[in-house]
């Protein structure tokens, strides 16, 4: 024997309610149906009642309301004939009830809670006489066998009567049986009263436990419990088996699929809960069973949550080693029917922190205070007040209590997204973390912990990515090719959030089409600023967030800050911040491990050369750099190598230009403040604080050619073209080659054009290669060389890849 129950969205429409009867039809073993009312009719009731107590008229309309739908529904679902006319007698006796109802409370102006659960209680009366007629079911009452009783205020389930009631009323059953949901009666007075909303699933798991059902299937609008809420998560998916602790812990935090209730009645007889489609038949759906198939899945099953907490906090000194004080917080409580769904307490017993709903807030907040009203007065308790606004969210797993960390890997991703936990509980079993954070905060809290343990098919980094020229755009075309790959392989999803360039920018949750983000930019890009970015980026809110500089503005540089406060981490090929005034410098990376993000600028020294990782690797196993010696300007290299009899001085720099291995305006290469701004980021890296000022300088070109426009350098630099052909005769004979070389030695820097011959490692350096040695306490005889590309768009572009992925971790 099986029972099975369909809820309000089941049989919310004729197409819905004519599934509901396929289904039934195609179950051959003894069945129990309970039915819940027609979707939205519940509430529609409970508003009519309060229109009508409120004397507004217009109730009127809200009850011709129900009356249509359920007329139509009649029409829609049975054949006409003496069927369609019998049942349209029998639902309209019971809507002229209804009517005579809401005319009294209209009359007297006034709605007891008697009066409200017996109109509540027509909608599940209404929709299970239409469902009995259409599958052919015989019509039992459940207020005949679900029987309650008042406990504080409210009423509970009588579970022994009902019990031997139900196996009374149902020793000689039909095959097939129609029961109305949720309402049952005082087993006292035999007023009507309900379970409570959501309370089809209990009246269906009261039946199947009392009767030893084989199963129980309860029939909704989704395919069964998800791993999070999909409206949050769109990665979000169906979770295969629950045991039932995990079930009943992610009920009680807000998943909506199954009324919390409903598990323990038949937890007890060991039968199964089967949670399945309406609208998706054929789907799996979640089974909830004692034990599940394969104890060695991931360690948490979901995350649930619940949107409308308040926070409650009873604190003071007078409650350090004083017996009872919680028994007393719970009792008053209790007593004025206020659930807490959360318990969190300071060792020191100082402060004990309860978790409630919204509404009841205000009420916990006032009992609270009348039961310390003396402690309060001698101020050993603190008045008692509610922070409300905020979200509990919770994550369970039967798992969690074998897997070490978890709650280390918890905390510490929350962290590093920027989110402030405010309470936190974790029971005994390890079933269950409940964390409390602002309700602004819960989007993102739900997505970062889908993310992090693995629910979600891929681990993602949403982009911010800033500046769309050379190095920007060839970063988009890499990642737009490498997504696919990143995804199946390294199970990375690279999502690109926001694009920006000096006149545009365009920001969206979803991402956008790297393949034509030059279109999307132009045809829905909004004006930039760097108001725009700071608000758009921090507003957005977005869990796992990089921001990606690849400009060379000072203004944009200026945005880091912010940025990494907020708990976006930052890549950046400007080097514009690494190498500004020390203390901008050393805030910005303290800033970035104090909030656990990551301040990367790679790119900044060598384009794609792994320069400042190899530093950083040094000094973090214990070496020491004693001195650097660098060709750092892949321009100038390039400029040097070109030069000859036949191409002078000032073509070689139109041609770095052109190849695209200079700033669009050279003279920053040829001027060396390129070269000073990567020798300053290397000796920071390298633990000496050092400033541009610092920097010895011995340059080639005289200071007057930076003065000026850009084209007054480019008719003047041809001026140099002579003495720099007499000098490289000279250097040719003496078979030297030209290196502008910036060093680092005993704390003092320099940078300057050097003649380097046959031996030294410097001279055989072709194209725009750069070129370091690290001298270091390790490597002092024999200094550490890295060498290879140290300009271009691409391998600077690939280096900044290799920054995000190192944020990844894959």
């Known amino acids: 024997m099986k029972v099975i129950k369909f809820g309000g969205t089941s049989v919310g429409s004729a197409n819905s309610i004519l599934s509901v009867k396929r289904i039934v039809e195609a179950i051959n073993e003894p069945l129990i149906v309970v039915v819940s009312a027609l979707g939205g009719i519940t509430d529609k009731l409970i508003n009519t009642s309060k229109m009508a107590a409120s004397g507004d008229a217009s109730y009127e309309n809200e009850f011709r309301e129900i009356v249509y739908r359920h007329v139509e529904m009649i029409k829609e679902v049975i054949p006409a004939g003496e069927s369609q006319v019998a049942l349209q007698r029998q639902v309209g006796e019971l809507l002229n009830e209804l009517k005579d109802i809401f005319q009294g409370i209209y009359l007297i102006k006034d709605l007891s809670q008697k009066t409200s659960d017996t109109i509540v209680s027509y909608g599940e009366r209404l929709s299970s006489i239409i469902a009995a007629q259409l599958t052919g079911a015989e019509w039992f009452d459940s207020r005949r066998f679900i029987k309650t009783e008042k406990k504080h ?84 998916y169906t979770i295969n088996e629950l045991s039932y602790v995990e079930a009943t812990e992610l009920c009680n935090f807000g998943a909506k699929v199954v009324y919390p209730p409903t598990i323990y009645p038949v937890c007890h007889k060991n039968i199964p809960i089967i949670i399945k489609n309406t609208f ?29 907490t308040s926070l409650i906090t009873v604190q003071g000194l007078g ?59 001698m101020g050993e308790i603190s008045p008692i007040q509610a922070e409300k606004d905020l979200a509990t969210v919770a994550i369970v797993g039967e798992n ?39 309700s602004k905060s819960l989007r993102k809290s739900l997505n970062v912990i889908h993310d992090s343990f693995f629910l979600s098919e891929y681990q993602v980094l949403n982009l911010f990515i800033c500046g769309v020229g050379t190095v920007g755009g060839s970063l988009i075309e890499q990642i737009h090719s ?39 930019l132009a045809e829905k890009g909004k004006e930039s600023s760097l108001d725009t970015l700071r608000d758009e980026i921090i507003g957005m809110n977005i869990f796992n967030s990089v921001f990606v500089d ?32 020390y203390e901008n410098y050393r805030e910005l990376k303290q800033i970035a491990r104090q909030r656990g993000v990551k301040y990367l600028f790679e790119t900044n020294v060598g384009a794609g050369l792994p320069i400042i990782n190899t530093i950083n690797d040094l000094i973090h196993s214990g070496d020491k750099i004693l001195k650097i010696e660098a060709v750092l300007s892949g321009t100038l290299n390039y400029i040097f190598n070109k030069i000859s009899a036949d191409i002078p001085f000032s073509k070689t720099i139109k041609m ?14 040829l001027s060396g403040k390129d070269v000073i701004r990567k020798l300053v980021i290397l000796a920071r890296e390298a633990g000496y604080r050092i400033e541009q000022s610092d920097v010895e300088k011995n340059l080639f070109v005289p200071d007057d050619f930076f003065e000026g426009s850009l084209d007054d350098f480019w008719k003047k630099v041809p001026g140099l073209d002579a003495d720099f052909e007499a000098r490289r005769k000279v250097l040719e004979a003496g078979n030297k080659h030209w290196r502008f070389v910036a060093k680092l030695e005993n704390g003092k820097a320099s940078v300057g054009l050097q003649e380097v011959g046959v031996n030294h490692p410097f001279y055989g350096l072709e194209g725009s290669n750069n070129i370091i040695l690290l001298t270091t306490e390790r490597y002092k005889e024999y200094p550490m060389m890295i060498q290879g590309y140290g300009a271009g768009a691409g391998v600077t572009a690939a280096g900044v890849f290799a920054d995000i992925m190192s944020i990844a971790n894959v």
């Open 482 to 520: 490498q997504r696919q790959r990143l995804m199946q392989e390294n199970g990375l999803q690279l999502n690109v959030v926001g694009i920006a360039d000096a006149s545009k920018a365009m920001f969206g949750r979803e991402g956008f089409d790297l393949g034509r983000f030059r279109e999307e």
């Open 319 to 377: 409650m350090v080693g004083v017996i009872g004080v919680n028994y007393r917080i719970f009792k008053a409580l209790a007593k004025n029917g206020i659930s807490v769904f959360l318990v969190s307490q300071a060792s020191s017993e100082n402060s004990t922190s309860i978790g409630v709903r919204n509404a009841d807030a205000d009420l916990a907040c006032e009992v609270l205070n009348e039961e310390f009203a003396k402690e309060i007065e």
């Open 550 to 581: 690849c400009t060379a503005s000072a203004g944009v540089a200026s945005l880091y800050k912010d940025l990494l406060m907020h708990n976006v981490s930052v890549v950046a090929a400007n080097k514009i911040a690494a190498s500004s005034e």
């Open 153 to 236: 205020s409210k009423h509970v389930l009588d579970a022994e009567l009902t019990t031997a009631l139900v196996r009374e009323t149902f020793k000689d059953m039909p095959k097939r049986v129609l029961v109305p949901g949720f309402i049952s009666t005082d087993k006292t007075t035999g007023e009507v009263t309900n379970l409570g909303r959501g309370g089809s699933d209990y009246t269906a798991a009261i039946i199947a436990a009392a009767l030893d059902a084989d199963a129980l299937e309860i029939w909704t609008d989704v395919d069964g419990f998800m791993t999070a809420d999909p409206r949050v998560i769109s990665t979000a």
């Open 280 to 308: 998706n038949p054929e789907g799996a759906g979640t089974v909830i069973k004692q034990e599940v198939s394969s104890p060695q899945s991931k360690a948490i099953k979901g995350i649930s949550s619940i949107n409308d």
């Open 656 to 669: 770095a230009q052109e190849e695209r291995y200079s700033e669009p305006d050279p003279r920053i290469d």
């Open 400 to 438: 969690m209590k074998h897997t070490p960390g978890i709650a280390g890997k918890l905390f510490g991703t929350l962290g590093r997204n920027g989110i402030n936990v405010i309470a936190c509980a974790q029971g005994a079993s390890e079933t269950n973390i409940s964390f409390v954070v602002d």
